[in-house]
């Protein structure tokens, strides 16, 4: 009878013991010590999740490729549980990176290559804001606005009266007198100029140079006791059609003297319209290089097709000449409308 109440009560406390054991999550296996359990003693597909802890494994433990897109669930991995360059080129499959996986202001101009956003990647709207001032360093009142009324400040190309008169500067030109068109008129007969210099010629004649076609000139000599002083010459235009009315006239007139002495010479020139009697301007010589010098004709309420008459000559400040004036050219300088 004792013995069997023994038995009974070391059955129980037997199975109580299991019990505790077993709820207390701390079992091991028979056997095996703490910390002693391996690959080989786990049947293959027995670790389940709920057996894995939160943060057990590690990136050490994954093989490489392990991990591959149909083992991630969509949206899972933000961007703080990636390392800095852990998902490289190769990693991404061709349009797998849309708009809605990039944060705002994240792509910098950094990452845009050069010209490559064309015109239909730029909003238009967004460029609204540029500074007109930096575009060539033209001011912004220089631009004509879109919706401008197309009024003198612009011009416009196909706009009927978009160009108007006070827009456009008047620019001066020049009608050369060929050297051959002036005359001997120091007297009222006149005389044509030629290519010779005789003994007691007081005229200037016209010198050929020396090298085929290098032009020729108007000498004005200074022969001792024959000086070419104070002998007009002259010669006339017609006012051309795009003559500003009123606007500035003058003889132009290009002389040197190849070797200037101690005395100066000095040119004399001017014209007048329509055979009035010619407004003269002097201008000093003693150059040895050709200079150009403008005499001065007044207008004088002249119009388009009107006749300049235009002349000049050579005199001597100690009232005759003692040096050689070449006269290279002659022109009519006016104010040309456009």
Not at 113 to 132: P, V, Y
Not at 272 to 281: E, N, V
């Amino acid at each position: 009878m004792g013995e069997r109440i023994r038995t009974h009560l070391r059955s129980n406390v037997v199975g109580y013991v299991a019990l505790f054991v077993a709820l207390s999550g701390v079992a091991y296996a028979a056997g095996l010590k703490k910390n002693s359990v391996k690959s080989k003693h786990i049947r293959d597909g027995q670790v389940l999740t709920q057996d894995i802890g939160d943060g057990a494994v590690g990136t050490a433990d994954l093989a490489d490729g392990a991990v591959t897109a149909g083992k991630l669930a969509n949206g899972v991995i933000p961007g703080p549980e990636l390392t800095d360059g852990s998902v490289t080129t190769p990693k991404l499959a061709d349009g797998s990176v849309d708009s809605a996986k990039l944060a705002d202001d994240s792509v910098s101009a950094s990452k845009v290559g050069a010209n490559a956003l064309g015109g239909d990647d730029i909003d238009e709207s967004s460029l609204l804001g540029l500074d007109a001032s930096t575009l060539g360093g033209t001011a912004p009142g220089g631009f004509a606005l879109a919706g401008h009324n197309h009024d003198s400040t612009y011009v416009n190309e196909g706009q009927a009266n978009s160009i108007t008169a006070a827009m456009i500067s008047d620019s001066t030109r020049r009608i050369n007198l060929p050297l051959n068109s002036f005359i001997e008129c120091s007297t009222d007969a006149g005389a044509n100029i030629n290519f010779s210099s005789g003994a007691g010629d007081r005229f200037p004649d016209f010198v050929n140079r020396a090298t085929d076609g290098a032009g020729f000139f108007l000498r004005f000599d200074a022969d001792a006791g024959f000086e070419d002083t104070a002998i007009d010459v002259c010669s006339q235009v017609q006012l051309p059609s795009d003559w500003q009315t009123s606007g500035a006239l003058s003889l132009v007139v290009n002389a040197v003297q190849p070797s200037p002495s101690g005395t100066t010479e000095r040119l004399h020139c001017g014209g007048g319209l329509d055979g009035a009697a010619p407004s003269f301007t002097n201008h000093n010589l003693g150059f040895d290089f050709p200079s150009t010098f403008p005499c001065s004709i007044p207008p004088g309420g002249a119009i388009q097709g009107d006749t300049v008459n235009v002349a000049f000559d050579i005199t001597g400040l100690a009232g005759t000449m003692d040096s050689v004036v070449d006269v290279n050219s002659v022109a009519l300088s006016y104010l040309s409308t456009r």
